[in-house]
């Protein structure tokens, strides 16, 4: 059998580590050391990472519709830096992070009722993915979800959290389409609709029969 990874964690050393600010999300600036390929050892390597985490994210899926629900709502990553006829606010699939103590799969059913105000049954987990790990610490758990698309309306997010969310039901072929054209740009929509294109005959079986 083909072994593709020759190294692990404890490949890695961990040479200093500094807080250079602590908010909303951590910055960090490493120093490591890790093997290399062709045998021995890196010099010091010095890098800020950003630590956000983990993060919950939904396919929520209406398969008596063949439809999804995403929700819409502003970032200010796509509005600080600013891509030609792209807007800030973007269609993503309901998420959220993962706060100490929670599991994965408690935040994917609690954000669907506070970013879309639906109920998820059959929650199922799709993969689990590092988002930019170059310099950013994020493990997303993507999961997919049966609901009934009909629910799915109006304004949601909390007020504390400063969020102002729109849902949107949208047939899987047109979100699958729109994700082909670049209209649908933030990776973790993109990696759940294509999950979605190719498992959802077989989603739509099995709810069939539940």
Not at 193 to 207: E, S
């Amino acid at each position: 059998m083909l072994e593709i990874q020759q190294f692990g964690q404890r490949d890695v050393k961990i040479l200093n580590e500094e807080i250079l600010y602590d908010g909303f999300f951590t910055l960090k600036k490493i120093q490591f050391k890790h093997k290399l390929f062709a045998g021995g050892e890196s010099g010091a390597v010095t890098r800020e990472l950003l630590i956000k985490g983990a993060a919950s994210a939904v396919i929520a899926y209406d398969p008596k519709e063949d439809a999804v629900v995403l929700v819409e709502q502003v970032r200010i990553g796509a509005a600080y830096h600013p891509e030609p006829h792209c807007s800030p606010w973007l269609l993503e699939l309901i998420a959220g992070m993962v706060e100490k103590g929670e599991q994965p799969e408690d935040v994917a059913l609690r954000e669907s009722e506070e970013e879309a105000g639906i109920k998820v049954k059959n929650l199922l987990h799709c993969l689990s993915v590092w988002d930019s790990p170059g310099g950013t610490v994020e493990r997303i758990h993507l999961f997919v979800g049966q609901v009934d698309s009909s629910q799915a309306k109006g304004i949601h997010g909390l007020v504390e959290e400063h969020e102002d969310i729109r849902v949107h039901v949208v047939k899987r072929e047109q979100a699958y389409q729109w994700m082909c054209e670049g209209k649908i740009d933030n990776c973790t929509a993109v990696i759940g609709l294509q999950w979605l294109q190719l498992n959802y005959a077989q989603l739509q079986q099995r709810w069939q029969q539940a």
